[in-house]
């Protein structure tokens, strides 16, 4: 089974846990509250800016990407960044595979945003500048890798989406009236 299989089965499980938070519910239906949704979005930069890709073998178009997204979370959200206390280094493979993954989502969610009065450039610029970097991505995870980077690459996978669930579990999750 090829490393990209390996990744997608071996995230399903909390792939499906953190979609069925309440809160990412009402994200992905646009139907949160203005200050539920600002709590998300402070969460997403948080924690986005908390886990750090090592940058070895992704061109520099992923390194953009990235800053890029922050930026757009970051303009999009009303509160203050917190302070990082620590940040956690990740295998850039599987960071970008969880981010540029859910990106695929957002070209779905961002049209539930169309008529909403609620910044959300994070969902244009994961809808309009992932697609390209996906295909390099999945390109790339074809390359021969050792036993030991696959593993490396799936726990880091796992590692991260766990801790993005375990961001947003205590996200509480108001909706419009």
């Not at 070895?56 to 757009?72: A, Q, T, V, W």
Request: net charge negative; glycine share 2%.
């Amino acid at each position: 089974m090829g490393l990209r299989a390996l990744l997608k089965e071996s995230i399903r499980q909390v792939h499906t846990e953190v979609e069925d938070l309440e809160v990412m519910k009402g994200y992905s239906s646009a139907e949160l509250n203005f200050e539920s949704y600002q709590n998300l979005l402070h969460r997403f930069y948080t924690f986005w800016t908390t886990i750090k890709p090592r940058f070895d073998s992704l061109p520099e178009e992923f390194k953009e990407f990235h800053d890029g997204y922050l930026n757009s979370i970051y303009k999009d959200c009303s509160q203050n960044p917190s302070e990082i206390e620590k940040q956690v280094s990740v295998n850039e493979f599987s960071f970008f595979y969880i981010l540029l993954g859910s990106a695929m989502g957002s070209s779905v969610i961002i049209k539930n945003y169309k008529n909403k009065d609620v910044p959300h450039e994070h969902l244009v610029h994961l809808s309009q500048k992932a697609r390209p970097l996906w295909s390099t991505l999945t390109i790339k995870l074809k390359e021969n890798f050792s036993p030991f980077e696959k593993e490396d690459i799936i726990k880091d996978s796992i590692k991260t989406f766990e801790a993005l669930k375990q961001e947003l579990e205590t996200c509480e999750a108001k909706f419009e009236a």
